[in-house]
């Protein structure tokens, strides 16, 4: 498995912008996708993006297209999510999580077998 680390989280105002960062250790990465998901009480994890390590191939869900960004930077081992045109609705715990990857990026959270400890984004009006 992949140690995963969340950083970045904090209160902002709606209409901030906010990076998340995503320090990934334990394993080589070169066969591994990340992936960003948040969760709000009472539901599901919600998947917004992953990237592939090797070669940066990214997939976004519909929902944060446009105002979420994944990106990774290979030499501190770490992914990040850069958040734009924050509302209250992005409020939520957000994790990273990792999987092997062959190709096929994964939006169902159980596809992910190593996750971070997650980082409470909270955005007030």
């Known amino acids: 498995q992949v140690h995963l680390v969340e950083s970045g989280g904090g209160l902002v105002q709606a209409g901030d912008s906010l990076r998340l960062s995503c320090a990934a250790s334990?394993?080589?990465?070169?066969?591994?996708?990340l992936a960003w998901f948040r969760q709000t009480p009472g539901n599901e994890r919600e998947f917004l993006g992953a990237?592939?390590?090797?070669?940066?191939?990214?997939l976004y869900s519909d929902s944060v297209l446009g105002r979420f960004t994944v990106s990774r930077e290979v030499a501190k081992n770490t992914a990040y999510l850069q958040m734009y045109r924050l509302t209250e609705e992005d409020t939520a715990i957000y994790y990273c999580?990792?999987?092997?990857?062959?190709?096929?990026?994964?939006?169902?959270?159980?596809?992910?077998?190593?996750w971070g400890q997650g980082t409470q984004v909270t955005v007030s009006a």
């Open positions: 999580a990792a999987t092997e990857h062959y190709g096929v990026f994964y939006r169902a959270a159980t596809r992910y077998d190593s």
């Open positions: 334990g394993r080589t990465l070169s066969a591994y996708a």
């Open positions: 990237i592939s390590w090797r070669d940066a191939n990214i």
